[in-house]
């Protein structure tokens, strides 16, 4: 069973907000909601957490409705380095009673001139 | 310097001979993760740890071997590659088993013939 779903991919343009929304119906009262941008032959990296509400920092926003059953990255004005593969994470309590943290299937974002 | 490395970044070898990936990180992290990626899919949890000596399945388990002997390395064993295990490895550390924040190596890129 999916932990996460995500849109295959979405298109944008420079200057445009992005939003991408993240489904996580089966979602823990002790998961957070964690964001991950991966360029071509790199590791991810590591954009923006949130447990509810609205979380913002530099470069993105992170919405979680109260229900916390999906959660929405939104990138303000995207340029052409935005393009990108992006990971919505949530956690999941292993055998050994630990989080294991399993990536979801990603939305890869082509932003254009 | 202070991260976290993996090596090799480029092996090849041939199925049935036994590989070793190493990953170092010099955080003192609990937490460490082997993922595997594959051309064009996401990010496929394989065995993670939560601390020295303590390992956990994760999605992908299967012909794959680890150890957690100090807290710093984690390397993951393929016992008798199979052409079906070539893939990008990256390693992973995380301060918090609840905040989801993971810190990637650059990846190990695995051929097998």
């Known amino acids: 069973l999916a932990k996460t779903t995500q849109p295959i991919s979405m298109d944008s343009y420079e200057g445009q907000e992005v939003n991408i929304t993240c489904s996580h119906n089966?979602?823990?009262?002790?998961?957070?909601i964690t964001w991950y941008q991966q360029f071509p032959s790199q590791g991810p990296r590591f954009i923006i957490q949130?447990?509810?509400t609205k979380v913002t920092n530099e470069v993105a926003s992170l919405f979680i409705p109260a229900d916390r059953k999906s959660s929405t990255l939104s990138l303000p004005r995207v340029s052409l380095s935005d393009t990108a593969v992006y990971y919505c994470l949530v956690g999941d309590i292993g055998n050994t009673g630990f989080q294991k943290l399993v990536f979801g299937t990603g939305t890869r974002l082509l932003v254009s001139p | 310097d202070a991260g976290i490395t993996q090596s090799p970044r480029y092996k090849i070898t041939e199925t049935g001979r036994q590989v070793t990936l190493m990953c170092h990180q010099t955080?003192?992290?609990?937490?460490m993760f082997w993922y595997r990626q594959d051309l064009g899919h996401g990010l496929r949890l394989i065995y993670y740890s939560a601390a020295a000596d303590i390992t956990d399945k994760g999605e992908v388990p299967d012909g794959y071997v680890v150890s957690r002997s100090k807290t710093e390395n984690f390397p993951l064993t393929l016992e008798s590659a199979t052409r079906s295990q070539t893939s990008v490895y990256f390693c992973?550390?995380?301060?918090?088993?609840?905040?989801?924040?993971?810190?990637f190596g650059e990846g190990s890129r695995l051929t097998v013939l």
């Open positions: 949130g447990y509810k």
């Open positions: 955080w003192s992290h609990s937490y």
């Open positions: 089966n979602i823990a009262t002790n998961d957070y």
């Open positions: 992973a550390s995380s301060e918090s088993e609840a905040f989801g924040e993971l810190f």
